[in-house]
């Protein structure tokens, strides 16, 4: 081949190659760009997460499997839509608060918990007892009426006790605010000695101040031997010892007279203040009057769907962006950091699956119509200031419009002594429950807990309950092709396995608060 030819020839592949070059080059321009388009969106939500971090907000990432296992998503509002026009054509003839397998059954048993107590002049007292009780109404309830019990076991005199100032109910109630003082101290006085406050000589020696009390930090659940081995010795030195805090810090299983103590306490010695009791019984009053329809008898529900529960709960409801910041923000307001320590996942999926997440409103309705109560229904709802209220009350409301709550029994003259005081609120709410005839709990906490066993006190042993396995419901709640027939059998079911739940005997390791049978309330012969 010439010289020419060769030079030629280089000159076609030089051309032929130049666009193939061209083409590289754009494509590598273009992954460049690509890459600093992420890395510049990369770097940007980082910043996101720490300017909104250092507001108290911390983003949290809810990641949800491409197919979600049934009951793990919330899609009630579809099945309410699908099932509206059945739920308000349905009427139940009789309403079930008036038919005759809805009264109480069973064997009857009535308080007897002076024949558990041992009566005897009191000897000398060993000096004084302070113990300051935290968390909220009923929490409370416990600390009081296991330091009764505590102060019989070490023969002391107890200072009715302090209340903590709590982060999350932020109520700042006195003993006497809420109970009866006076009263408590005379229905104890013949098994235990309490007085309102430190005799004036023990507050010298402390430069009055209690803090300056040596605090006998106590174990969870201690048995009365703990307190007599680890407690009493200090108390014969100093003559006054405290305990702070005192929640659930004395063990379920103790000595028949130990929970005598503690049912007197509870049951008898523990009645609210003037104020609270006299506005409950005329909100009593006026719920059993607006009750007629169904011979003064109303339904009581403890609807657990406040902000604060829903952010601890870590479920989701419409899983907007919105509702996520809201929750983050309640979560790091009330509990700072706990949510996002190392090692901690959120998984709002598992909590529903497994029966975790409150009950909605909407949810509640659902489940009652099913159970067959109709539009002639009277409902009580206790609860605090309810998440997203507008959003999440008015199906409710559609569903039972002879609704009731604590804002339509009382006016607002009569609640303003009591705003901003949540535990003198929930007063109010547990005295009206505790005269319904049917009492429907949504989420486990110490107020359902006390008032089913305070229930189970005042009639005979049988407190009738709802109290439905949320694990069954959501599955039910995530077929928005749910036929009514089906949904109303099933609720049905639920309904029937609730009340043989009513009537119970507490087995060793249960709360007496919860179960006061057999420990203080004795068997009559049958009806």
Known sequence: MSVAAAVASMRGTEASAKPARRLGRVLVGRRRRAAVLLLALAYAAAMLMVVLGGGGVVAVALRRPAKASPGSVYRSHLVFERLLPEMRAFASHPNPLVMSHYKKTGKRWSPCISKRLTQSELPPSNGYLIVEANGGLNQQRISICDAVAVARVLNATLATPAFHLNSV?????????????DHFIETLRKYVRVVKELPEDVFLRFDRNISAIPNMRTKAFSSPSYYLQNVLPKLLELRVVRIAPFSNRLAHSVPSNMQALRCLANYEALRFSDPIKNLAENMVDRMIKRSFLTGGKYVSV???????????????????????????NAREKSWRGKFHRRGRVINPEANRRNGRCPLTPLEVGMMLRGMGFDNTTSLYVASG??????????????LFPLLQTKETLATPEELAQFKEHSSRLAALDYSVCLHSEAFVTTQGSNFPHFLMGHRRYLYGGHAKTIKPDKRKLVVLFDNPNIRWDRFKRHMQDICRHSEMKGFGLRKPHESIYTLPMPDCMCQQSEA
């Open 302 to 328: 403890h609807l657990r769907f406040e902000e604060d529960m829903v952010a601890f709960s870590c479920c989701t409801y419409d899983g907007s962006w919105n509702e996520n910041i809201v929750m983050e």
């Open 385 to 398: 200031k309810i998440y997203n209220t507008k959003k999440f009350m008015t199906p409710l409301r559609q």
């Open 169 to 181: 109910w932020r109520d700042s109630s006195k003993f006497g605010d809420i109970f009866d003082e």
